[in-house]
Every structure is written in C-alpha cells, then in structure tokens.
C-alpha cells in the first residue's frame, strides 16, 4: 500500500537559518505529492505540490522537488522567520485507484526561535 | 473565499454517548473526508465520500459511520464514545477533479 515517511520533530531553528524537512514515499504508480502546513490552531492548508517526477512546487519560500528516483519530496526553506512555526505534513494522492483519498506522514513541528 | 466550517471546536461528552461531529463545505465539492489527528501519527482517515449517499471505509473506520444525505454536509458519528476516541477530528473537502484538499479548524473531542 501507500506510505509516507518524515523526519520526526520537533526541528528546532533560529531565525533565518536553512530548513530542510525529508519525506520519502512508497506507492505504486504515479502519485502526486504535497506539502500541508497547520498553523496552531487552525486546520491544514496546502503549502505547495507537484504532479510528476522532476516538478518542483514552491509557495512562500517553501520549495520541494519531486524525485521518482529516490522517492523523496523533501521541503526546503532558505530562511525560515519565527512566523513559519507550525507542523508540516507530507501526503500523496493517487487518482487513478479506488482510494482517491490523501495518504498522510506523522508530521514534522517546526519552532523558529528569535 | 472557500470555507469548510465545523460544528464544534471542542467537545467533551462521556463514556457511551452517541456523538455527532458536523461539517459543512461552501465550495459545492463532490468528495469529503473525515480524518482523525493524534500525536506522531499523522492524518489518518476514518471515512470518505465521492458523492450524495455515498460512503467508503478509510483506514480505520471501527467504532465510526458518517452520513451524507446533502452534498454541502458530511456527518461523522461515534456510536458509543470511548476513551480510545479521543481526539482531534478534522473534515476536508475536494472537487472531483481537483488536488487540493480544504480543511476545517478541527473538534477536539475529550471522552471521559
């Protein structure tokens, strides 16, 4: 079945400091992948995402490339401000099977200290 | 804007009690979900729906049904309340053809 892996938090950073959080999947086929983002609070809204292999999403900073050789679609942040902390979740979804329903990692907390 | 919008923030009822979580999407989106939240888990999904009553079983639907008998409302229901369900619950919804999902602020549910 479908599977999605992160890196466990919490990642702790100060402000303007590199952000690198890894995810890495298991499907069959040709899934598209995302990042979603939850602000405390409040429920999650999409990041970014990317349909095919070598895509890369970007919004607000955030970056991830789509890599079907390694699996990977790894968020990237080259400064990241006391306002990015919240919890990241990576997730994948395949339209072409009976589940079209997302598939969820555990989640990562970010904390961006002043 | 788009808006999914959840009867409760939080709730708190007792050991037993038939529960009823409430969402309501403004989008006139064909599929909904419901999901549940816990530490170092994730998302996991309870139940979804591709259209009017219509239903199919997510991952863990054990001690959960839902209903959906208007497109905008999708109804999440624990039979009996128990401990062991409690939880955030958030509710999503998407459009037939699209990618993204929209989620609610989420219940937080308290069994005691």
């Known amino acids: 079945g479908n599977s999605v892996t992160q890196m466990e938090g919490p990642v702790t950073l100060s402000e303007e400091a590199f952000l690198t959080i890894n995810c890495t999947y298991t499907?069959?086929?040709?899934?598209?992948l995302f990042w979603y983002v939850q602000y405390p609070g409040e429920g999650l809204q999409l990041l970014l995402k990317a349909t095919k292999a070598d895509d890369k999403g970007s919004n607000k900073g955030f970056e991830a490339t789509y890599r079907k050789e390694t699996t990977s679609f790894h968020l990237e942040k080259g400064s990241v401000q006391v306002s990015d902390s919240a919890v990241y979740f990576c997730?994948?979804?395949?339209?072409?099977?009976?589940?079209?329903?997302?598939?969820f990692g555990s989640g990562t907390r970010l904390q961006v200290q002043p | 804007d788009v808006k999914v919008t959840q009867s409760s923030r939080y709730l708190v009822k007792r050991t037993g009690e038939k529960v009823f979580l409430e969402c309501v999407q403004d989008m006139d989106h064909e599929n909904m979900f419901w999901y549940r939240q816990d530490p170092g888990l994730g998302l996991r999904l309870i139940y979804f729906?591709?259209?009017?009553?219509?239903?199919e079983k997510g991952d863990i639907p054990e001690g959960y049904s839902v209903s959906r008998e208007k497109k905008e409302r999708f109804s999440l229901i624990l039979e009996s309340a128990s401990t062991n369900q409690t939880s955030m619950y958030l509710c999503a919804s998407r459009a037939r053809t699209g990618l993204t999902e929209y989620f609610g602020p989420g219940t937080r549910l308290t069994v005691t």
């Open positions: 499907a069959t086929g040709y899934p598209s």
């Open positions: 997730a994948l979804l395949r339209m072409d099977t009976g589940r079209r329903a997302l598939t």
């Open positions: 729906s591709y259209d009017v009553k219509m239903k």
